[in-house]
């Protein structure tokens, strides 16, 4: 006999299915960038034929494979006139790093050999031609991300290292330089990997930008959930685009090794020796190593879990950066729709940070809510994060960009969006209650959440406003089985749920006809005839923002008017007066690359304006 509960799960696997998040993407899978690779080019590990000659004239007893310092200082002595002896160096160096790699606990030796190489390289940089320019600086670049993997470990094992660090041939002293702009404390992350370290499977595109520098992806350690939005920080797990350089100092007996480590979303370029360069970037790897992370921790996604176990994740509900808040930059928010989360816009975010003027001119932001609240009640607490950011970055109103606001909505999270921009009125609130709001039997704090759901004004601060795949009348999926199954598998938030029962059972009397007498659900909210969305129409979208709309029909040959993405249909999304862009799309369109191409569109036009 079929368990009851088969319905329920092939309910919550359907509901989830409808959500751009369904099958993982864009993730990433860990590699072993110590094992040598066959390729007809140069790979760390490698000694070249022209290296293993040069070293073999040299003569020193036992070779490079039981001596490798005696001939590293062999070969240092013609290095600055003969590059084949700087390449032999740095293929040395690297080859006995890599040997020494995995015994780092009981060996330091390594690190000193890594060093070795980097110094090596970026004297040789200057030293040949482009050829041999372009191999120090991919030498330099490997020797560098294996340092930061031997920091790691270290980390992990509780070993504290040593600024001073004996190579091969000399002393080195490792600092870390902070003093220049963009640049971060390596302890401001709990983890610093290479972006070597991974592989990213499932992208469209990968958001790189070739310059000087080894990227990096930096797990940020600072305040969880909640506590997060309202200090309005970069929330403890989050990956991080970051860039490692290293400048050797003077040479010396002793010398010194300066890393400076940029935030990459911060700065596009540095000053490198007296030159001003492009650093390299990786912006795509973070995105899937914190998918891969998610995974990890959870079988069901955030967006999911958030729906089906709203009391557990109410706490996190808030507006938060995930970028380093800027007041020079203009704000562009993204906020996801039903069973989904902040992780689901990885595909967009990605393309966005491709190009380099949007990267220049925009911040990202995302609002992270339950979905299983209603769209009133959760657009009510957007506005108050809005109102919080607004308060820690711009009180004065003196950052013009921060008053340039752009909010990209999902689905049911267009309808949040859309509520941002509007303006209540009398009958809004007349469509719930019969007697005004002073004369309910509300507790102070219930009387002021009242007032934030039914009486608000459009915020100023949004300049912008790109609706995605939004069913700005209602879906048919509230009223079907679906929805119906899913209602009952949505769980609101304790304090949802108590605060509105009781202004439901202690105000009976003062409640429209046709309002029920139970919690609504943002299933509630979708239906197309229901109390909310028949509202909704009535309330006026402040003129002054732009607005756009991106709609998917799923490829449809026949007439517009009957067509649907899957979940919403043409008709819904639709709104006279807007311009808008069809794709041949399912729901998740915030996922399909000519919706992203509209946006990067849509910001670049805004910036020209």
């Known amino acids: 006999m079929q368990s009851p509960r088969w319905p329920l799960l092939l309910t919550v696997v359907a509901l989830a299915c409808l959500t751009p998040g369904c099958a993982t993407k864009f993730v990433a899978k860990k590699v072993n960038p110590l094992r040598p690779v066959a390729t007809p080019g140069w790979d760390p590990g490698e000694i070249s034929n022209a290296s293993r000659k040069r070293i073999a004239a040299l003569g020193v007893s036992g070779g490079w494979r039981k001596t490798p310092e005696l001939v590293l200082a062999q070969l240092e002595m013609a290095a600055p006139r003969d590059t084949v002896a700087r390449r032999a160096i740095v293929e040395l160096a690297i080859l006995e790093g890599m040997r020494l790699h995995g015994k780092f606990l009981t060996n330091r030796g390594a690190s000193g050999y890594y060093l070795c190489a980097i110094e090596h390289a970026v004297d040789g940089e200057s030293q040949g031609g482009s050829e041999f320019a372009a191999f120090c600086r991919h030498a330099k670049r490997y020797a560098v991300a294996r340092l930061a993997g031997l920091r790691d470990t270290a980390l992990q094992k509780g070993v504290k290292l040593s600024p001073e660090v004996p190579g091969p041939t000399r002393q080195y002293r490792v600092r870390i330089r902070t003093d220049v702009p963009g640049a971060v404390l390596p302890d401001q992350y709990r983890t610093l990997l290479a972006a070597d370290r991974f592989k990213v499977v499932g992208a469209r595109e990968l958001a790189l930008v070739e310059g000087v520098g080894t990227p990096l992806v930096g797990q940020v ?315 909704l129409q009535k309330l006026p979208m402040s003129p002054s923002v732009q607005k756009h709309s991106i709609i998917g029909n799923r490829g449809s040959r026949g007439p517009l008017e009957k067509s649907s993405d899957g979940v919403v249909p043409y008709w819904s999304s639709h709104l006279p007066g807007v311009p808008e862009t069809i794709i041949p799309s399912g729901h998740g369109g915030l996922e399909h690359p000519l919706a992203e191409l509209k946006v990067r569109e849509l910001l670049k036009e805004k910036l020209r304006r």
């Not at 004004?457 to 048919?476: E, L, T």
């Open 221 to 535: 350690k600072g305040p969880r959930g909640g506590e997060a939005a309202r200090e309005f920080r970069l929330e403890d797990g989050l990956w991080m685009p970051l860039t490692a350089i290293v400048e050797p100092g003077p040479k010396a007996p002793v010398r010194e090794m300066v890393f400076t480590i940029y935030d990459r979303k911060a700065v596009e370029t540095a000053n490198i020796r007296g030159r001003r360069e492009t650093l390299a970037g990786d912006f795509s790897t973070p995105f899937a190593v914190q998918t891969r992370e998610l995974n990890q921790q959870n079988f069901l996604t955030l967006g999911l879990l958030g729906y089906l176990r709203g009391d557990r994740f109410f706490d996190s509900t808030g507006l938060y950066p995930i970028e380093t808040p800027r007041t020079d930059k203009i704000p562009v928010i993204f906020v996801h729709g039903l069973i989904s989360a902040p992780n689901d816009w990885r595909f967009l975010h990605n393309a966005l940070l491709a190009d380099k003027e949007v990267r220049e001119r925009y911040q990202f932001w995302a609002f992270y809510y339950p979905t299983s609240m209603t769209v009133p009640w959760s657009s009510a607490i957007f506005r108050q994060e809005l109102d919080h950011a607004r308060k820690l970055l711009n009180p004065q109103g003196r950052h013009a960009p921060l008053g340039e606001m752009v909010l990209i909505g999902h689905s049911m999270g267009g309808l949040l969006s859309r509520m941002q921009i509007s303006d209540s009125h009398p009958d809004y609130y007349a469509n719930y209650f019969t007697r005004g709001i002073d004369q309910l039997r509300l507790t102070q704090t219930e009387r002021e959440t009242i007032q934030r759901m039914f009486f608000f004004k459009a915020n100023q601060d949004i300049s912008k406003v790109v609706f995605i795949c939004v069913p700005h009348r209602g879906s048919g999926l509230a009223t079907n089985w679906m929805g119906r199954i899913g209602r009952a598998l949505a769980q609101l938030p304790y304090s949802v749920l108590t605060t509105t029962a009781n202004v439901l059972t202690l105000n009976a009397d003062a409640l429209a006809a046709d309002v029920t007498l139970r919690p609504g659900t943002s299933i509630d909210s979708l239906n197309p005839g229901g109390k909310f969305v028949t509202a």
